[in-house]
């Protein structure tokens, strides 16, 4: 009967002390796809879960994960709200989260789309400086150069 009530009392104790991770892949999924649906796109999905919109592939040299580019980017929730832009950012491909990474090899020199990042290959679940944990993240991107 201890063992009992003791094997109760830690399952209740582990099951309490454990906050729920909610599934941000499955979620993140769904948002995208009915991101992409409500906004009539044309997107490819990855082996890895990033979906990617070609507008333009570009003509010049396509970069590696490890390339030097400059890029030209709005980042912005499916919401619509804008968290962050540049017209111009220069900086290792390597440095960047991991949908950008994959994401601008797609792209050729003068090449520009859309990169539909879920959490998993952007900030995950802790999220960093504005961008909540479990964010899925849209750019409009431009890749201007490889250097």
Known sequence: MKCVMLALVLSLFVSCSKDEVPD???LNDEEITDYIAENNLDATKSVSGLYYVI?????GEQPTITS???VAYKGYFTNGSVFDESD???????RFI???REGFTYFKEG???KLL???HLGYGNDGIRGIPGGAVLIFDISLISVN
Request: aromatic share 12%.
């Open 68 to 70: 030097n580019v400059t």
């Open 117 to 119: 990042v879920p959490s």
């Open 88 to 94: 111009s950012l220069t900086y290792d491909l390597d």
């Open 55 to 59: 507008d333009e592939e570009g003509t």
């Open 98 to 100: 991991a949908g950008w």
């Open 24 to 26: 941000y892949v499955t």
């Open 111 to 113: 090449g520009s789309g």
